[in-house]
């Protein structure tokens, strides 16, 4: 029998999400964005989840043919664009579309015949300081990139950094659409803002396209919680308890003997530990379902193991399910427990976990 870890992957929550993000951004497109892997989710079941999303979005050169080797024959888009000259073949290859968002791309654009015509997303650095042109260059970039002979479309693209804090005092989001309003005035072309916090909170945007990521695999993008933006959960990783120990008040629990019991306990141990994705840093007292009762790890994580308290479970025993997060067990609150986000939390699932797309 297999270890009893299995990371199992609800299509049906996804396709629900999709449309979850459709009904907030009526007047848009989608981007369905699934990079890393679809948050650690698999391409295939992202495939699967969103085959009417208007267009599959990722990072990953590799992943974005791989989408056309698993059939995909809708819109790709590469967010972060190329790499190198040699990657323009690929996405003439495979028809993918590129962002453009540093003078180096356009120069490499400019020096390479497009054997195909190709759509590109030309970004702007709106205060993230990050990837794209500044608003003062964005109109002589756009003027560039547009007399490219073979880029047959250019959309106007921006990314928050706070989307999910309209007051935010450092840098608003209206701020962020101020400067990126004034960069591309006068210019004529879709465009798309809005990752899922954007795409939740700030329906006004007016976007194109919007890039929902996170809302699609159920995890909330900061603001509200995930149930209360109406969205489920898309991975449910779970396990089994594979020991039991019955420790005495004063014992200690694992590596560096962190939990000490306070009374005679039963602890449980369970399959998953860090080499797994499980947050190494998690605190003794976050969250876990054993049996479907909310109760508490205790010492350290180790590679393939945790721990955790029986006590609010007096008849778990060896086999009992465990629910590490997912159905029942919000992903956000054993991330936030870690002193992290649920976005890290499924990207780091290990290619060892089994995964069962449903
Ligand atoms: C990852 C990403 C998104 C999606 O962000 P979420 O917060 O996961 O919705 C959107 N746009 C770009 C450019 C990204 O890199």
């Not at 609800?10 to 964005?33: D, F, I, Y």
């Not at 791989?66 to 190198?84: A, S, T, V």
């Not at 379902?289 to 350290?300: I, K, N």
């Not at 629910?323 to 780091?348: H, R």
Request: with cysteine.
């Amino acid at each position: 029998m297999p270890r009893p870890l299995t990371a199992l992957v609800h299509t049906a929550a996804m396709r629900h999400n999709l449309q979850t993000a459709r009904r907030a951004a009526p007047g848009s497109k989608a981007w369905a964005v699934v990079k890393a892997n679809a948050y650690g989710h698999s391409l295939r079941a992202a495939l699967t989840a969103f085959a009417d999303a208007d267009g599959l979005a990722l990072i990953e050169v590799d992943g974005a043919v791989r989408l056309r080797e698993l059939g995909w024959q809708g819109r790709i888009l590469l967010l972060e664009g190329f790499f190198d000259p040699s990657d323009l073949s690929v996405l003439a290859q495979y028809e993918i579309e590129t962002a453009v968002h540093s003078a180096e791309q356009l120069a490499m654009l400019e020096s390479v015949p497009l054997v195909r015509p190709l759509h590109t997303h030309l970004k702007m650095n709106s205060g993230m300081n990050r990837l794209g042109f500044m608003p003062a260059q964005f109109r002589a970039a756009y003027e560039r990139l547009r007399a490219i002979p073979g880029v047959a479309s250019v959309t106007l693209m921006t990314h928050f950094a706070n989307a999910d804090d309209a007051h935010h005092g450092q840098l608003a989001p209206a701020e962020q659409m101020r400067r990126f309003a004034a960069g591309a005035q006068g210019i004529d072309a879709p465009v798309s803002v809005s990752n899922s916090a954007g795409t939740l909170l700030h329906a006004g945007f007016n976007d194109s396209w919007i890039r929902p990521g996170i809302m699609l695999y159920g995890d909330t993008p900061g603001g509200r919680t995930a149930e209360q933006f109406g969205l489920l959960p898309a991975m449910t990783l779970r396990s089994a308890l594979i020991g039991v120990q019955q420790i005495d008040l004063g014992e200690a629990v694992g590596y560096g003997s962190r939990y000490v019991a306070s009374c005679r306990t039963r602890v449980g141990v369970v399959a998953c530990g860090y080499a797994d994705g499980y947050p190494r840093h998690a605190p003794d007292g976050t969250p876990v379902l054993v049996d479907g009762v909310r109760t508490a790890l205790v010492g350290r994580v180790s590679m393939d193991m945790i721990m955790v308290d029986l006590t609010p479970v007096p008849g778990a025993g060896v086999g009992s399910n465990v629910v590490l997060w997912g159905e029942g067990l919000p992903i956000d609150e054993v991330a936030n427990a870690a002193g992290t986000i649920g976005y890290e939390l499924m990207c780091a699932v290990a290619p060892r976990v089994h995964m069962e797309i449903a």
